[in-house]
């Protein structure tokens, strides 16, 4: 074998390692970004089970604002059918519209003193909190795992391999601006 023929042959194992080794952490990382959706998708199931509950507590009280309920209703449809179809766009939207009734529901519950004192509604109101705080937690743990998949399949020399391999940038969760504004507690309150 000449040492020419040695060279290639080196470089060629060489490369093909470094490709091996660089495909491997490409999957770990689309991997990582199945987990972070898994754990979301968790969350908003338990979530998503939690809301006709609170929706059938706050029916019992008759004067209960009931179109806030029926968005509340209508934005948990359309949570559900985006996780189901996986479409964080459409999830990011449908959040937004969830989030901004559930914060009208407790806002107006304010108004309901037997509501507010019904120790379901407490405890209803107590589980949902804490399931929207770490559906936050587990949105920026995702958000985060996107961000670094991302990141690597655009990187050089990386990217090649990426390519080759049809390794796609995926997409971060973002909720609605409108759930990023402030709450305007004149219209809320209907001050």
């Known amino acids: ?109 304010e108004a309901y003193p037997e509501l507010k004192a019904n120790e379901h509604f407490m405890q209803l109101q107590t589980r949902i909190t804490a399931l929207e705080n770490a559906i936050a937690d587990r949105r920026e743990l995702y958000n985060e795992s996107v961000n670094v998949h991302n990141i690597r399949i655009e990187q050089f020399p990386d990217l090649f391999v990426a390519r080759l391999c049809q390794f796609v940038a995926q997409p971060l969760l973002e909720f609605a601006t409108a759930e990023k504004a402030d709450v305007d507690m004149k219209a809320l309150f209907g001050a």
């Open 1 to 109: 074998m000449s040492v020419m023929s040695a060279v290639f042959l080196g470089g060629a194992v060489i490369a093909l390692l470094y490709g091996i080794v660089v495909y491997n952490g490409l999957v770990q990382l689309k991997h990582n970004v199945a987990k972070a959706w898994a754990n979301i998708d968790v969350l908003l199931k338990q979530r998503h089970d939690e809301l006709p509950k609170l929706v059938e507590v706050c029916r019992q009280y008759k004067q209960f604002e009931q179109e806030t309920l029926a968005r509340v209703t209508e934005a948990r449809a359309r949570v559900s059918s985006a996780r189901e179809k996986h479409d964080v766009a459409a999830l990011g939207a449908a959040e937004g519209m969830l989030r901004m009734g559930l914060g009208q529901i407790f806002a107006v519950a």
